[in-house]
C-alpha cells in the first residue's frame, strides 16, 4: 500500500507541471490568435498584442517542460541510460576517478 502511494504522488507531480505547460500553450496561442484575427478586423485602426498574456503562457510553458525535462534526465542519470558527457562527474580525485590523494600530486624527481 504505501508503494502505491508514493507512485500516486510521483504521478501528481508530474501531471501539475504537465497541465501548467499545457494551460501555458494555450495562453501562448491564444494571444497569437487574438492579434492576427484582430488584423482582419477592418474596424480597428491598430490592433495590440496582450504582451501579458503571452508572457505568462511562456513562462508557464518554459517552467512546465524543464521541470518534466529535469525530472527525466535526473532519473536517466540514475539509471545509467545517458551518454558519458551528461553523467555525474567523480567527486574527488583526479580524472580517472582516482581518489588515492598521492594520485594528483606530481611525481617527484630523483636527486
Do not use: C, H
Request: charged fraction near 20%; charge should be positive.
Amino acid at each position: 500500500m504505501k508503494l502505491v502511494i508514493s507512485r500516486l504522488i510521483a504521478v501528481i507531480l508530474l501531471v501539475i507541471p504537465g497541465i501548467g505547460a499545457a494551460y501555458g500553450f494555450l495562453l501562448m496561442k491564444d494571444a497569437l490568435f487574438d492579434f492576427f484575427a484582430d488584423i482582419g478586423n477592418t474596424e480597428l485602426q491598430s490592433p495590440r498584442f496582450d504582451w501579458a498574456s503571452f508572457v505568462a503562457g511562456l513562462l508557464l510553458f518554459a517552467a512546465g517542460v524543464s521541470f518534466i525535462g529535469g525530472w527525466i534526465f535526473f532519473r536517466d542519470r540514475k539509471r545509467n541510460y545517458l551518454s558519458k558527457r551528461f553523467r555525474a562527474k567523480p567527486e574527488s580525485g583526479d580524472r580517472l576517478g582516482n581518489t588515492d590523494a598521492n594520485a594528483s600530486d606530481p611525481p617527484s624527481r630523483p636527486s
